[in-house]
């Protein structure tokens, strides 16, 4: 849904012959859902950096969503992966495959951040994804009842946290 609403945001920009990107963030992040989201992704990251450390090979896919300046927007969202951990909450990562729309950085290219920039986490639980907060809450946003949306629905575990 994200790629959709971008390209649609982008096709706006190329049609004014605009170059420069138009908005500050994708506007999802200014919905009051999408704020809740990131203030509990925050509240509960001590969740994710447990389960990251445990060791359980039933956990897997560890990522992190940071903003960085983006390619659309002045600022955009990306999920980052293969973390380590350093001192003082650096924290260092490659830029998920999925991304495509940052500015000067290409998938797979390393990231160095702090935990402090992290906006919403995520991981798999054996197949279905916990954390994830900004999805879900994009998740019901959309149509009650739609196999896609409930197609998604399904990958998440009933609750974010264990």
């Not at 990131?38 to 897997?60: I, K």
């Not at 999920?79 to 924290?91: F, I, M, T």
Request: glycine content about 8%.
């Amino acid at each position: 849904m994200r790629r959709a609403i971008a390209a649609a945001a982008a096709s706006l920009l190329a049609a004014c012959g605009a170059s420069e990107p138009a908005l500050d963030e994708p506007p999802m992040y200014k919905y009051s859902s999408v704020e809740s989201a990131v203030a509990e992704a925050g509240q509960t990251l001590d969740v994710f950096w447990t389960a990251f450390e445990s060791g359980d090979p039933a956990l897997s896919d560890f990522r992190v969503s940071i903003p960085l300046p983006g390619t659309e927007y002045v600022t955009d969202y990306a999920w980052v992966e293969y973390l380590q951990r350093g001192g003082d909450g650096a924290v260092r990562g490659i830029l998920s495959l999925e991304e495509d729309k940052i500015d000067g950085l290409r998938p797979g290219d390393a990231v160095n951040f702090i935990e402090s920039d992290i906006v919403d986490w995520r991981y798999e639980e054996e197949g279905r994804l916990r954390g994830a907060y900004v999805m879900r809450a994009m998740l019901e946003t959309g149509p009650a009842r739609d196999a896609d949306i409930d197609n998604l629905r399904a990958r998440f575990h009933d609750s974010p946290v264990p």
